[in-house]
Nanobody, 123 residues
């Protein structure tokens, strides 16, 4: 059972980037999936979530209107589409899965975590 976050890289301010959360050993379709991020020197924060209960998706205010989260059940994957990236978006991004029906922000309620992928926004 494994989650893998990928797609990170270096992007210029204002640019787009998509991150992917892929699962092996279980189906993401029956989980609520969230993205968290941790910037240098800061606590990890919840930013986006798609629920198994088909409510939402939800985004933190800091990324609302810039980030969108999509499920692709055929690929057992969740994509975080990020647009108009800012330097403050620089962080390690993690995806996490919970069996809870709805999105939650508490890290301890997520059962599986990917290792994270680095996103750097810089000119």
């Amino acid at each position: 059972v494994q989650l893998q976050a990928s797609g990170g890289g270096l992007v210029q301010p204002g640019g787009p980037l998509s991150l992917y959360c892929n699962a092996s050993g279980f189906s993401l379709e029956t989980y609520s999936i969230a993205w968290f991020r941790q910037a240098p020197g800061r606590k990890r924060q919840w930013i986006s979530c798609t629920s198994y209960g088909n409510v939402g998706p939800f985004h933190a205010n800091s990324v609302k209107d810039r980030f969108t989260i999509f499920r692709d059940n055929s690929k057992n994957s969740v994509r975080l589409q990020m647009t108009r990236l800012e330097q403050d978006d620089t962080a390690i991004y993690y995806c996490a899965a919970t069996t809870l029906l709805y999105c939650v922000v508490e890290e301890f309620k997520y059962h599986y975590w990917g290792h994270g992928t680095q996103v750097t926004v810089s000119s």
